[in-house]
Structures are given as structure tokens and as C-alpha cells.
């Protein structure tokens, strides 16, 4: 079992930024690959980004690619998602989730957090 819990949402106005915080527990973090996802009202949940146990591979989508930056710490059992430059279309729930490898689609995720809401102003 691997217990997370994001951090770090808010309010912040366009050009801003934010940097999400997900705590695990459980399951030893440093084998785990982790992502975060966001869901806006009305639609699917989807990708953000995702992270190798290790960190050493990391994939964003093209949505927030050279603005959103995923990265963790495995003494702190902590993946962070560092936004820049936040769009009111960034606005969503924020999920992290645990899995065995870094993908791009929810069900390759066994684990997720309660989420964190991100809400970006014009």
C-alpha cells in the first residue's frame, strides 16, 4: 500500500506560479515511478507528467512542456510538479499517483492521492 497526499494548490493569477507537493508513505517511494494528472470539471482526468523511481526519465505532456518541470526526492519520499506560467486552462484538480513504471495513461497507476486544486485567473 502506498498512502499519498498532494499539497500546494491555490489561487494564483496567469504568468504565475505554483509548486505542488506530494508526500508518500507506504511502499519503499524510491522504487515507485510516479505522475501527476489533472482533471478539469466536466472532463477526463489526464496526464501531466511522470517520473522514473530513479528520476532519470521524465515525460510532460506537450500541454505544459517548458513550463510545468515534475521532480522528486527520495530521501524526503516527495514528487514535486514546479508550474511556471500558469494558463486559466491549467485550472483542475492536480492527482499524483504511484505505479511501477513512468506512463502516460491512468490505469497504468495503482495508487493515487486525493488531489489539489489549482485554480488560475485571468
Known amino acids: 500500500q502506498v498512502q499519498l497526499v498532494e499539497s500546494g494548490g491555490g489561487l494564483v493569477q496567469a504568468g504565475g506560479s505554483l509548486r505542488l507537493s506530494c508526500a508518500a508513505s507506504?511502499?519503499?517511494?524510491?522504487?515507485?515511478?510516479m505522475g501527476w494528472f489533472r482533471q478539469a470539471p466536466g472532463k477526463e482526468r489526464e496526464f501531466v507528467a511522470a517520473?522514473?523511481?530513479?528520476?532519470?526519465?521524465?515525460y510532460h505532456a506537450d500541454s505544459v512542456k517548458g513550463r510545468f518541470t515534475i521532480s522528486r526526492d527520495n530521501a524526503r519520499n516527495t514528487v514535486y510538479l514546479q508550474m511556471n506560467n500558469l494558463k486559466p486552462e491549467d485550472t483542475a484538480v492536480y492527482y499524483c499517483a504511484a505505479g511501477h513504471a513512468a506512463r502516460t495513461t491512468t490505469d497504468e497507476y495503482d495508487y493515487w492521492g486525493q488531489g489539489t486544486q489549482v485554480t488560475v485567473s485571468s
Open positions: 507506504g511502499r519503499t517511494f524510491s522504487n515507485t515511478a
Open positions: 517520473i522514473s523511481w530513479g528520476g532519470s526519465i521524465t
